[in-house]
């Protein structure tokens, strides 16, 4: 069954074969597919006003980025991903976003420094009613300058890609308001590593914020109770 994609404003001057998986991506970790979804090929070129291989091309990227899945009659599906699934993505995503953290306490500037403390401080926990989308503000940005400061752009595309599997899993739970409190003093410590400067500090703070939500997602997971 085919299914409208709707999606937030890209980046520009892309290709069209980028934009078509830019398209797909955010459907999927915005929890606009479940897994084991069919996505058509050609629904989505109607959808997309584009001829079917830019979709194709962008459905081939999509499974080697783990996303998708590619069935012997050549259909493509929406990933399922088992609780071991989840528990490998975020073991690898604590190896890649740890190591980052330690390149980057060396080379974050200044002002993505004040910057992080701006938004730390607009998200402290039950300060107003919008300080948990202040929170969530703060996180994707933490990581975001965390990963693009490491200095190394293999280890970046690295997160990246996983990035995507993260927020595709993430998409299927409710972060409750007490797990979003927890993972700003997670954030904070992980910021104050940075601001001193200290690599060692800042790579176990990371690695102890992943375990940790790691934790609360398979918390609130059941459904992925399978183990292969």
């Not at 604590?94 to 060396?106: D, W």
Request: net charge neutral.
């Amino acid at each position: 069954m085919s299914k409208t994609i709707e999606f937030k404003s890209l980046a520009p001057n892309v290709s069209l074969g980028d934009l078509v998986h830019q398209r797909i991506v955010e459907a999927l970790v915005s929890g606009q597919f479940q897994g084991g979804e069919e996505l058509n090929e050609v629904s989505l070129a109607t959808q997309f006003h584009v001829s079917r291989t830019p979709v194709r091309e962008a459905l081939r990227r999509l499974a080697a980025e783990g996303l998708v899945v590619n069935q012997r009659n050549r259909q493509a599906t929406v990933v399922e991903m088992s609780r071991s699934d989840v528990i490998e993505t975020y073991q690898v995503r604590q190896i890649l976003e740890a190591s980052a953290a330690r390149f980057a306490a060396a080379q974050i500037s200044s002002d993505q420094l004040r910057e992080l403390r701006l938004l730390a401080t607009k998200a402290t926990p039950h300060t107003d009613d919008q300080w948990g989308n202040g929170e969530r503000r703060f996180d994707e940005e933490l990581h975001r300058l965390v990963a693009e400061s490491c200095g190394n752009g293999k280890l970046l595309r690295e997160i990246q890609r996983y990035n995507n599997l993260v927020r595709f899993v993430r998409s299927r739970v409710a972060r409750s308001p007490q797990r979003l409190a927890q993972g700003h003093t997670e954030h904070l410590r992980i910021l104050a590593a940075l601001e001193h400067r200290d690599g060692q500090r800042a790579e176990a703070e990371m690695s102890a914020h992943i375990a940790s939500a790691l934790q609360c997602v398979l918390e609130d997971l059941p459904l992925l109770g399978r183990t292969s």
